[in-house]
């Protein structure tokens, strides 16, 4: 395990570079790889294309700052929420955009179900689903006061299942059903869900410098706590068997195979230059891309060595990474306003 | 000796807190007419009515998150960290923050939120909390008898103030507003006082104090009251120590740590100026609650060497805190 990384520090010049006026909070590729969707803190959700970084269309502000960006699976619509408490949908091929008011509160996290076109909407206590073909104007279900803020949403794998996360756990919501699916309570503030792809683990990074995992079908739960800082970076391997977790000093892989991480060391990856502000898994691949503050983009083979195989330089702190579908180029954004895509 | 000058380029934020009534929206009014200059950013907690256009004025909804770190007194403002993330990542950075409580809320975890989240530590820094009493209601707040288990929010709001700011003094006489400045005096002994009308106060004394500044703990001077002033049944009250010496630094070490896990939840603020032994510079520390911060100050050079500590908290035992303080000292 001694290889000597060989390090292509900054070898690797982006494939383009935008600047945009703000900090960047979102990157989303489309799901074809032609477009890129960037939200910023001012406000501002810019459209580029992904050949190039060339600005396709002008989309609306999020009048007090945008928050969250997530394109339908098809890539037929991508929406974006902020703090407006709106959520502006922008449909690719008639190629009109749509307001609508989601509620009082930031918008604080949208998700598009993997199994059709629903958007999860989270609004400040609010969680609401809209179904786009039935009715683009407004939510189909609506799971309103919620013990807190909802902090994070996804969708299970299989698109049944919306999780929301806030402080005390999480709640599982099944569209056409008002009350709770599925409740996974826990004392503590969860700060972004990551549902393992094969559905078999719902993971949480929190507040309290701690990653907590229940297993879906059973509710059994496992803490993994210590971290030197809050838990907001972390991804899951494709084939479901590796959890990455970003944090102020390292990054560590837990391994899920067999009966999962219980009684197990994590892989401490090495190389990590300042606190990890991004990451994420290739998709279909091993590779891990993890962003940092001082401006760094790393990447391992986690399952091979704890070395990086290459560092690259991102041009600014980096805050937000998104991996092309076809896992050849990373996207990022980073704090001074610059988004860049970088071939691997 | 060199001074040293490294710049803190954390954003200063300034509580506000107080009861509804005594004058809160006047004076961040105030704050923000007199402070044109900076750009001020204010989080609410009550709907109020800000007056300035240009300041960024942002609503938000008490959120209050224990931390799961086997500390129950360590709660933290989940509402401040998501709006506070978002304000600092802005082009258009901010002088000042200032946070306006609602007349019920329990300043510690909006304090704590500022030491406990990564984020906001890098950031921001606590300036001070600055609590608004109205002079002629303040007493009748205080004296209010809560159900059992219930925290009169008042007391804590004065418990855990830097600056007091007196309001509305041309409604009460010179006899009430000494009782009232008394009453105040005996829960939060460190707290400096300043009288208003219309909460019209010098900006420079509740701005830019520096309160939780270990640096600028240069003197504590605690204006106690033993002149047999504790005739009511005073369960919040500050408790000085102020004992010439040496302490021993693995008895101190001890001694904090047994005081913290046993009387923190009640200790709500605490600073101190110590001689320890073989050290040549004084130990400062101050401390929320369990939260605690301390560094080597100013040398002492051939000032006589001695011990100065504050404690504002809750079921207090001055006689306990002295003694078991005492068995700190070098022998």
């Not at chain 1, 000597?4 to 494939?15: D, E, H, K, N, Y």
Request: glycine share 10%; charged share 25%.
């Amino acid at each position: 395990m001694s290889a000597t990384p060989r390090l292509r520090a900054a070898a690797g010049a982006p494939a383009w570079a935008a600047h945009l006026e703000d900090y960047v909070v979102g990157v989303r590729w489309s799901p074809d790889g032609d477009l890129v969707a960037t939200a910023s803190v001012g406000g501002a959700v810019h459209l580029l294309s992904g050949a190039e970084g060339r600005e396709i269309v002008p989309l609306p502000d999020h009048r007090g700052g945008a928050l969250a960006l997530s394109w339908s699976r098809g890539g037929e619509v991508l929406a974006s929420g902020g703090q407006d408490g709106r959520v502006h949908t922008w449909d690719r091929t008639r190629r009109v955009s749509a307001a609508i008011p989601a509620g009082a509160g930031w918008v604080g996290d949208l998700a598009w179900s993997p199994a059709g076109p629903r958007l999860a909407v989270a609004v400040g206590r609010e969680v609401a689903v809209v179904d786009h073909d039935r009715s683009p104007e407004g939510a189909v279900d609506r799971w309103p006061d919620q013990p807190s803020t909802v902090s994070s949403l996804v969708w299970s794998p299989d698109g049944r299942h919306v999780g929301a996360g806030h402080y005390g756990g999480v709640h599982w919501f099944e569209p056409g059903n008002p009350g709770v699916h599925k409740a996974f309570p826990w004392k503590g503030s969860v700060l972004r869900l990551a549902p393992a792809p094969n559905g078999k683990w719902l993971a949480s990074g929190n507040q309290d410098h701690s990653v907590h995992l229940w297993r879906l079908w059973s509710g059994d739960q496992l803490e993994m706590a210590g971290y030197p800082a809050k838990v907001e970076h972390l991804t899951w391997h494709h084939g479901s068997r590796w959890l990455a977790v970003g944090n102020a000093e390292d990054v560590t892989v837990w391994d899920f195979s067999g009966k999962g991480p219980r009684g197990r060391k994590p892989r401490i990856l090495s190389g990590v230059p300042a606190k990890v502000t991004a990451i994420g898994y290739q998709p279909g691949g091993d590779l891990l891309a993890a962003g940092c503050a001082d401006g760094s983009l790393l990447l391992w083979t986690p399952s091979q060595a704890r070395s990086p195989r290459s560092v690259l330089l991102a041009g600014g702190a980096v805050s937000a990474l998104d991996w092309s579908p076809d896992g050849t180029r990373v996207l990022v954004g980073t704090a001074t306003g610059t988004v860049a895509v970088m071939a691997v | 000796m060199t001074i040293d000058l490294v710049t803190d380029h954390r954003i200063p934020v300034t509580v506000l807190t107080g009861f509804l009534g005594s004058g809160k929206t006047t004076l961040l009014n105030h704050i923000l007419t007199e402070q044109h200059g900076q750009r001020i950013a204010v989080i609410e907690n009550e709907f109020g009515e800000v007056g300035i256009d240009d300041a960024l004025v942002v609503q938000a909804e008490e959120e209050i998150f224990e931390m799961n770190n086997g500390c129950i007194c360590c709660t933290v403002r989940g509402d401040l960290i998501r709006i506070l993330a978002n304000l600092v990542r802005r082009r258009d950075r901010f002088d000042r923050v200032v946070i306006e409580t609602t007349g019920l809320a329990d300043p510690a975890p909006v304090a704590q939120t500022f030491f406990v989240d990564d984020d906001m530590r890098r950031e921001l820094r606590l300036d001070a909390i600055v609590t608004l009493v109205d002079a002629r209601h303040v007493l009748a707040h205080l004296d209010e008898v809560k159900p059992a288990g219930v925290e009169n929010e008042a007391v804590e709001q004065v418990a855990f103030a830097d600056r007091l700011v007196v309001n509305k003094i041309d409604l009460v006489g010179d006899e009430a507003l000494a009782a009232v400045e008394r009453r105040l005096r005996s829960i939060n002994a460190l707290a400096e006082i300043v009288r208003s009308q219309y909460a019209r106060v010098d900006l420079d004394a509740i701005l830019g104090v520096g309160a939780f500044d270990l640096d600028r703990v240069l003197d504590l001077d605690p204006q106690f009251l033993d002149s047999g002033e504790h005739l009511h049944d005073e369960t919040v009250t500050s408790v000085g120590i102020d004992l010439p010496g040496e302490v021993e630094p693995r008895r101190l070490n001890d001694w904090l740590g047994r005081l913290l896990a046993e009387k923190g939840v009640d200790i709500f603020r605490m600073k101190g100026i110590l001689a320890v032994t073989g050290q040549s510079e004084r130990y400062i520390f101050q401390g929320v609650h369990m939260l605690f911060d301390g560094k080597a100050g100013r040398p002492w050079g051939d000032e006589a060497r001695s011990n100065r500590l504050v404690f504002i908290g809750r079921n207090l035992d001055r006689g306990e805190l002295e003694s078991s303080f005492a068995a700190c000292l070098a022998r």
